[in-house]
C-alpha cells in the first residue's frame, strides 16, 4: 500500500469508531441535534458508522423555541431522511415563564438550554449523550476528554478526567454518572466545511448569503426572523446581504455581512476572515476568559 | 510587535486567488500527530501559541484578548504572552502552569497537525503517556539554560516506551543564552548519551526561541552557525509511516455486529492493520474458524478494497459466529490468543497496584478480567536501574506479568498498538488505573491448552438433579456467617442435595498453608478458594463458604470466575457494636487492645455488598430462618422480587 488516507478519511474514521464503541457500550445513548453544522456531520457520520441499519439511538434537540425557522425545517427533514426518532424537547418551566432573549438575558440560555438539557436527559435517562463539540472551538475544549464524564447532576470536574490512552475508551460508569461523547473533537472549523463539501451534507441555508432583513444593535447585526423580534423605538428592519458562521437563538446569534453564496465563498471567507468563530455567540463573553469552563461546569454541553 | 520573526506562511494567498484549487489541494494534505513535552517553564505553552499564531490560527479578536490578557496576568512583562492562548482552565490561568492534556489544530501548506501539549510535572506523568499514545513524533523540549533535567529523561523513556519513533530535541529560550553555539552543541551532546541508553538511535535536534520566534518557521539570522531544518519545514516532512501499519498482515478487531434484518450481518469495525478485499480468505479468531470476504459495506458504496486506518463493516461469505471482541484476520496470519503475558505498565491511579487483585482489561474491543502479578521490577527512568518493587504507586513505570481470565487475541506492542496497547480499569471505581504494553506471551500459556471432557458441568449437575451454586457469606468476624453456613449445609443435605462447606481455617491447614496475612496473601487467598470452589460448581456442588472477605473487589473477583447466576452474594449483616457486644471468639477485645493487627472493623475496613444477592439482618432474623431463606433460593422457590 502506498495510498495513504487524508486527513479527512482519517476524522472520518476515527469519529466513526467512536460512535460505535459508544453503542457497543452504552445502555441507551442519545445525539444531541442542535441542527447546527456540527450537528449535521456528527449526524452524517452516524448515518455512515451504522448503515445500513439506521443509527441505532434517537436525536434529542433541546429546542428553546427562538431557533430560526429554517432550522426547524431541516431539523425535520434530517430525522425523516435518517430514519431515527426526533425527540424535541422545551423545559416546560421555561415555557410557563415565558423566559426570551429579550426580556431574560442569560437567564435565557441557562432555563432554556443548560436546565432543559439536565430535564431532558434526566427524563428519558440517557446514559450517553454524543455532542458536536470541537476541540479547536474554545479553550476549555481543548482539554476536555472525547469520552467526558458527568456528575449525577451534569457537572464537570476537569481535574479529574480519565486518561484517554490510543483509542481505548472506558466507558463504565459509577452509579449517577453519565457521559458526554464527543466524536468530533479533532475537526476544525475547515475540516467540517470541507468534509460538508466533498460528502453534500445537508446544511441550514442560512449559512449562505442572502438578503435578509436585519437590524443593528450594538454593533451586531441581527436577524428579524418573526414578529417576535422586538424591534426599540427608531428601528426598522433592513434588507442586507448576510449569512452566519453559527446558528442558535436568532435574537441571540449575530449575522456577517457576505456575498458568499456558496461554500467554496463561505469557506474562502472563513479563511481569510479575521475574527473567531464563536465571536458571533453572546454567550461565551460573560465571566471572561473562563466563561466556557464555569458553564459546562455548571452542566452546559 | 516588530522584533518578532516575520511568519512566512501567515497568510495563503491561493486562498484569496482560487479557493478551490486551494481546497483542492488541502483536501489531500496527510496529518501528524505530535506531543510537546519537557519540564516546568520549558515553553511549551509559548511554543504551541507561536505555532498557532504564526499559522494563522489566531484570530483578531483572541489575539486582541490576548494582548489583554498579557498585560494583565501575563509573565512576559508588556510583550504577548503566548502561553495564554493555550492554558485553558481557569486554574492553571492563575498558576501560570499547564495542568492536563489539551489538543491543539493547526495547518501548514503541506501538513494537518494534531499537537498534544503535556504537562511537565511529575505527577502528571499520565497525562503524557495520555499523549504520547496517539502521537507520531515528540517535541522534547530544554530549556537551553538548565540543560539535561529528570524530566527530560523520563519524557524521553516515556516517549519511547509509548513507541515513538521521531524525536525533535528543541533547545528553548536560546535567547537567553545569547545563542551560543557552545550551549547548544552541549546539550545535545548530554541528551545523545542519554539517548542511546534508552534505544532512541536518532533525534533531530533544533536551537529555538518559542518567545522570538527563531527557528520556528524559517532558519533564523540569530543562529548563523544551525543549518537546520526550522522546527516547521521539520515537521512538515519528516516521513510518517502511516502506511507502516498498510504494509502488515490484515486484523480487524469487531466492534459491533450490524444486524438490520434477517438478510444483512455485518462486522463493523477499524481496520487495525494490512488491507482487505473481497474474496480474500479470512479467520475469525479466537474461535479460528474461517470465512471469505463477501462485501465492504459503506454508504457510500461497496469498496474493491480497505486499508488500516479505515472503518469498514466487512460481510463473510458463511454464517460463522463472530461478535464484538473478535478479530477478523488474514487467515493464512493470523494473530496469536493467549492468557498470559509479560507487559510494561505505567501506573495512572492514587491507589496503587493490587497484585493478585482482578481488573478489567480492554484490548482492541476485548474486555475482559485479568489479574496482575507482583511486578518484576521498577525502572527508575532516571538512572535506568531495574528496581525491585511490590507494588506500582502513581506514575510508576514497571514490568509485570499479567493473567486474564479467557485467552485474548493479542500482538506485541511493537508490533501493534491497535491489538497491543490495553487499558487497566479498576473494577469498583471504574477508573481507568493503568496503560499497558504487552511485550509477548509466556509460554507457559501457550502449552497448556485447555483439555476437552466428554462429561461437562452441566451433566454433572444432572445426574444430581440440581443446579450448582457457590453461596459467598460475607460478614464481619462474629456475624454469624459460619453458623448460618453450617444449618444451610444441613438442611440442604437433609433434602437430598449434594454440597460441600469450604471452611477457610481447613483450607488454611493444605491448600494455603503457604500464605500469611498480608494483603497479597489475603487476595492470594481468596482467589484460590474462588478456583477450588469453581471446579466444585463444574462438578455439580452446592458450594458454601465462609469468609469475611472485606474488600468488595475480591468478592467481585470470585463472581467473575463463575457463569451468570451461580454466584450468591450472602451478607450477613451485623452491626460491628452487636458483633463485638457477642465476642463469641474473643477476637474483638484482643483487636482493641492492640494485640490484633489490621483487624475487620477495628483497624481494617469492611466494604459492605452494595447489591449481594441476599441479606441477612441478624438483629431481625435467627440464623435458623435464614437459612430456610437462602436454601429456598438454592432451590428455586424464592426470589428477591417475591
Redesign the interface.
Known sequence: MTDNLTHLERLEAESIHIMREVVAEAEKPVMLYSVGKDSAVMLHLARKAFYPSPPPFPLLHVDTTWKFKAMYELRDRMAKESGMELLVYQNPEAKERGINPFDHGALHTDMWKTEGLKQALNLHGFDVAFGGARRDEEKSRAKERIFSFRTASHGWDPKNQRPELWNLYNARKNKGESIRVFPISNWTELDIWQYIQLNDVPIVPLYFAAPRPTVERDGVLLMVDDERFRLEPGEEPVMRSIRFRTLGCYPLTGAVESEAATLSEVIQEMLLTTTSERQGRVIDKDAGGAGMEKKKQEGYF | MDDLVEPIYRT?AL??ED??A??DR??????LRFITCGSVDDGKSTLIGRLLYDSK?I????LA?LEA?SKRVGTQGQEIDFAL???????E?EQGIT???????F?TEKR?F?VADTPGHEQYT??M??GA??ADLAVILIDARKGVLTQTRRHSYLAKLVGIRHIVLAVNKMDLVGYDQAVFDDIVKDYAAFARSIGIERFVPIPISGFKGDNITALSANTPWFKGPALIEHLETVEVD??AD??RPFRMPV??V???NLD?R?F???IASG?VKPGDAVRVLPSGKTSTISRI????GDLDEA?????V?LCLADEIDCS?GDVIAAAGNPPQAADQFEASLVW?ADEALKPGRAY?L????QMVSATVQAPKYEVNVTTLEHLAAKTLELNAIGVAEIATDRPIVFEPYTDS??LG???L?DKL????VA?GMLHFSLRRAQNVHWQAVDIGREAHAAQKGQRPFLLWFTGLSGSGKSTIANIVEKKLYALGRHSFLLDGDNVRHGLNKDLGFTEADRIENIRRVGEVAKLMTDAGLIVITAFISPFRAEREMVRAMLPEGEFLEIFVDTPLAEAERRDVKGLYRKARAGELKNFTGIDSPYEAPEQPEIRIDTTRTTPEDAADLIVERVLGVWSPDL
Open positions: 495563503d486562498i484569496a479557493i478551490d486551494y481546497l488541502h483536501q489531500y494534505k496527510s496529518m490560527m484570530f483578531e479578536d483572541q484578548a490578557d492562548l493555550v492554558d485553558g482552565l481557569a486554574a490561568r495542568i492536563d492534556v489539551a489538543y491543539r489544530f495547518t494537518k494534531i499520565r497525562n503517556v495520555t499514545s496517539t502511516n502506511s498498510q504494509a466492534q459491533w450490524n444486524r438490520p444483512f455485518g463493523s469495525g477499524l488491507a459495506v459503506t454508504l457510500d486499508v488500516a486506518g479505515q472503518s463493516t464484538r495512572m478489567w480492554k484490548i482492541g474491543t498498538r491497535a496497547g490495553f487499558i480499569i471505581s471504574n477508573a481507568t496503560a
